[in-house]
């Protein structure tokens, strides 16, 4: 099937299989090696991208569910991403870096929808993206300041 | 200009934010095929026939390995498998969904065998064997033993006998297993996410009979490992032997559920004792035996046992001991290291015993350590091991109040008043880390800037950063100056990697040791130059009123003017060192349901010098997460025919933001510096060590707290269901 997506700002048309998941279309067929993919089961949230602002598992995905969409992944810059990466990198909010993609645009969304969440909101808005390392806080911290 | 000691942010950190990190599946290689492992349904069975044929005829289907192909591909070995999961076959396709559909139609005609599960059961007459050529499931037993336990039992004013478990575990790094392999005709080039690309190495070369230098292990960015990417797996063998048979890259990237059935897990140890103690809360003497649940294959459950024996008596003064150390053969898969690798199923068993102390003489939990700690290091333990350096009393009696210890257990009073139930538990860890050689060499490049190629294996630690600032003190240089790579056999022609909180105190005193010679070369050649003795700081070299920049001084090297070595590698063997400290855990019980959350992790740590706060700050908070899950959240479930109950994340609960603790970690004060050059003693698994067992008696303490029941909690995880039952049952 033929499907045009508008990923990170730019448009791409691709014929894929009806079969083919989102998270491989990303990676495999456009080349975008920042949507990671952490299970099977849509619970780690590595493979989190914004479709259409909102927070997404695109392993849990059909690409061809996509078609018409847009789609921002962790590589889009612009003013909000880019203060949280700097503050994700000063507050130490990475460590094996698997989940960060995720966790950023996890956190990108809830700071569009709410500029100034609450430590509660923090962890509820990234809850659907899991961390092994960092046990969260360095995370939530990163998040308070980018939100400032 | 001293960057030891600093919160530098990582030097790691860069392309992993900017979408430039290569994990293994991110790198692509010209006329890659794809590998994936059709696995056992069954936990014991006979494999009868593997029927490839219709597999191979499916589009895009390139080979089919099975038992009949010969090693390294000999699956099923004695003709049977022996856990649900272990690979029978293996096929290499085109793409991840040929792949897929080509895995379903490999036909193999299994004969079920009765599986035994629990180890114990597995330990009795009649039980059916997992491997018969060892005629039983018993794989190895020792024994560690001091002084006459029996006599000191018999003159205990109490004995108590039980059982404590630490159940299985898994250690779900977030990145799967994988690895891609390819082979150019001279070389068999391997891209793994592993923990130690030296030990793939040599094992690879090994197993496929060919020279060690004709293969290459880079280890890309790794999504984490916790001790499961430490053993070299007999896939990651069998990837590069299709690649070189085929003669084209093959990559195999481990789907999460297939993740659950061939990583090796953690903990799975028991301790089966007697304990006997004075009704001055003084402990005796313990007899009993640590079983690990080792799995089908014994690749660490006996080093998990032994370790979790031998540090047993932590730093307490019991010197009669008798514990064997045993470890059974189950169908389930392999035992393996995973953070902390023994210490924290040492502590949690010790722990649990001093807490049984205070329950059972009525004694304050910390006047009952207090009168059992050994005052200071350097001390022997009974069972073998020496403990370096350290005040274990007065550090102990510190963190108490540096945790705030009893404020916290004032405030569950008062919060009880209000209606919310909350429990605070301690723990007092010892642990030991640090072992083997490491390999470092440090280059002197043509500007006055240097690399230091490194045999530890980051993934996440953030070790380079503070070996950049090990290098950068010791050649008195900007940082910005030293780049330190590592996971590349090419880079570095040695090392064991990153495992046992060993990357930076035996990686790191490697480095320092290599920086040191270098410039020790740098100032004889600085000398010639000068025509006369030098001193050397910041980059300069100093001879009366003459001097020469460290720069200037290689350029003159590399130009033939004067002779002197421009890399020095450090082959540096390290001896154990042991760190120690406090934990404290805080949680929230709802006596309706039986949940408990953590609200708080404080602790108090030992670590020897700190050679940047922050990285050791993510250290603890990871890491008491990891020790505080086991207890709350983490549940490995097998049936009685041993299928696996819990195969993936939607199963088997790994933490969320939303359930994890705040954490306020401090360090001492007056650190006790381990001898490495480093003076580190690692901090990697020190929370894991201390917050399983401060954990599991907050849960306690919230529980009598609810109930007025004093309740006693023998294993882990105590899930919800168990908490309802204590409190309403």
Redesign the interface.
């Known amino acids: 099937m033929r499907i045009k997506v508008k990923v990170n700002g730019v448009w791409y048309e691709r014929d894929v299989e009806p079969r083919k998941l989102l998270v491989h279309f990303l990676r495999d067929d456009l080349g975008i090696k920042s949507v990671r993919v952490g299970c099977d089961t849509g619970n780690c949230g590595a493979c989190t991208v914004l479709l259409d602002g909102k927070p997404v598992k695109s392993c849990n995905l059909l690409a061809v569910q996509a078609d018409g969409s847009e789609i921002i992944t962790a590589d889009y810059s612009d003013e909000l991403m880019e203060r949280l990466k700097r503050a994700f990198h000063e507050r130490h909010a990475l460590q094996c870096g698997f989940c960060t993609s995720g966790m950023l645009l996890a956190s990108y969304a809830l700071l569009k929808n709410k500029p100034k969440p609450t430590e509660e909101e923090i962890r509820e808005g990234i809850s659907g993206v899991l961390c092994r390392c960092t046990g969260y806080q360095n995370i939530v911290e990163a998040i308070k300041s980018a939100a400032l | 200009m001293r960057y030891v000691g600093k919160p530098l942010?990582?030097l790691?950190?860069?392309h992993?934010?900017?979408?430039q990190?290569?994990?293994v599946?991110?790198i692509e290689l010209p006329g890659m095929l794809y590998a994936g492992f059709v696995r056992s349904p069954y936990a014991h069975a006979r494999v009868r026939r593997v029927d490839a044929s219709e597999a191979l005829s499916m589009p895009g289907v390139v080979a089919v390995f099975t038992p009949q192909s010969g090693k390294p591909f000999d699956f099923a070995p004695g003709g049977k498998v022996r856990y649900q999961g272990e690979a029978v076959a293996m096929v290499v396709a085109v793409d991840?969904?040929a792949l897929y559909d080509a895995l379903e139609k490999v036909y193999v005609d299994y004969e079920p065998l009765p599986a035994v599960v629990d180890p114990v059961k597995a330990m009795e007459p009649g039980a059916p064997l997992v491997d018969e050529s060892l005629g039983t499931n018993v794989s190895r037993r020792e024994k560690y033993a001091s002084g006459d336990a029996e006599r000191a039992l018999a003159s205990s004013d109490k004995v108590v006998e039980e059982e404590l478990v630490t159940n299985r575990v898994v250690p779900?790094?977030?990145?799967?297993h994988g690895v891609l392999a390819s082979h150019d005709g001279k070389t068999l080039l391997i891209y793994d996410s592993t923990q130690k690309p030296h030990i793939v190495r040599r094992e690879v070369a090994r197993s496929l009979d060919v020279p060690l230098a004709a293969v290459r292990v880079i280890q890309p960015?790794?999504?984490?490992g916790?001790g499961s990417k430490i053993q070299v797996y007999p896939e990651e063998v069998r990837v590069a032997a299709a690649a070189m048979a085929l003669r084209r890259p093959v990559k195999w990237?481990a789907?999460?559920?297939e993740d659950f059935k061939m990583t090796t897990y953690g903990r799975g140890l028991m301790l089966r004792y007697k304990a006997g103690f004075t009704r001055d809360g003084v402990l005796k003497a313990i007899k009993g035996e640590v079983i690990a649940d080792a799995g089908a294959y014994d690749w660490f459950g006996f080093d998990l046992a032994a370790t979790a024996a031998t540090m047993l008596p932590a730093a307490y003064k019991v010197r009669d001991l008798d514990i064997d150390a045993v470890s059974v053969l189950t169908n389930k898969p392999p035992l393996g290291p995973y953070r902390g690798a023994g210490r924290p199923e040492a502590t949690f068993f010790i722990e649990r015993i001093m807490d049984l102390i205070a329950d059972e003489t009525g004694l304050d939990p910390v006047e009952v350590r207090r009168r059992n700690l050994v005052p200071a290091g350097p001390y022997d333990n009974p069972l073998g091991l020496h403990y370096d350096s350290g005040e274990y009393l007065a550090t102990f009696e510190r963190g108490i109040a540096a945790t705030g210890y009893y404020d916290l257990v004032r405030n569950a009073e008062a919060e009880k008043a209000r209606g919310r139930v909350l429990g605070v538990g301690m723990s007092f860890y010892i642990e030991i880390t640090t072992y083997g050689h490491e390999v470092a060499i440090v280059r002197a490049e043509r500007d006055g800037s240097f690399t230091v190629a490194v045999g530890i294996a980051p993934?996440?630690?953030?070790d380079a950063t503070g070996i950049a600032q090990l290098v950068a003190d010791e050649l008195q240089v900007p940082i910005e100056r030293v780049r330190v790579v590592w996971g590349d056999t090419d880079a570095v022609p040695d090392g064991i990697g990153t495992d046992g909180s060993r990357s930076i105190t035996a990686g790191g005193s490697a480095a320092l040791l290599a920086a040191r010679r270098l410039l020790e070369e740098l100032k004889k050649a600085a000398e010639e130059l000068l025509g006369g003795p030098a001193t050397y700081s910041d980059g300069t070299f100093k001879s009366g009123d003459k001097s020469v920049t460290i720069g200037e001084v290689v350029e003159a090297v590399y130009r033939g003017k004067v002779r002197a070595q421009l890399e020095a590698m450090e082959v540096y063997k390290a001896r154990a060192t042991f760190p120690y400290g406090v934990g404290v855990v805080v949680v929230e019980l709802d006596p309706e349901t039986g949940l408990a959350r953590p609200l708080l992790y404080r602790s108090y740590d030992d670590i020897g010098v700190v050679v940047n706060p922050?990285?050791v700050?993510?250290q603890i908070?990871?890491?008491?997460?990891?020790g505080i899950s086991q207890v709350l959240y983490e549940q490995v479930v097998y049936d009685q025919d041993g299928n696996l109950a819990t195969p993936?994340?939607?199963f088997y609960h790994?933490p969320?933001?939303?359930e994890?603790p705040?954490?306020e970690p401090r360090l001492a004060e007056t650190p006790h510096r381990s001898d490495h050059p480093t003076g580190t003693k690692g901090v990697g698994e020190a929370p894991t060590v201390a917050s399983a067992a401060a954990a599991i008696k907050a849960l306690e303490d919230a529980i009598r707290r609810a109930t007025g029941k004093r309740v006693r909690l023998r294993s882990t995880p105590v899930t919800p269901e168990e908490v309802y039952r204590l409190i309403h049952g």
């Open positions: 942010p990582r790691e950190d860069y992993l934010l900017y979408g990190a290569r994990y599946d991110d991840r969904y779900s790094a977030m990145e799967p960015d790794v999504g984490g916790f990237i789907t999460r559920s993934h996440g630690q953030g922050l990285l700050e993510g908070h990871g890491g008491a997460l990891q993936n994340f939607a790994v969320k933001a939303t994890a705040r954490y």
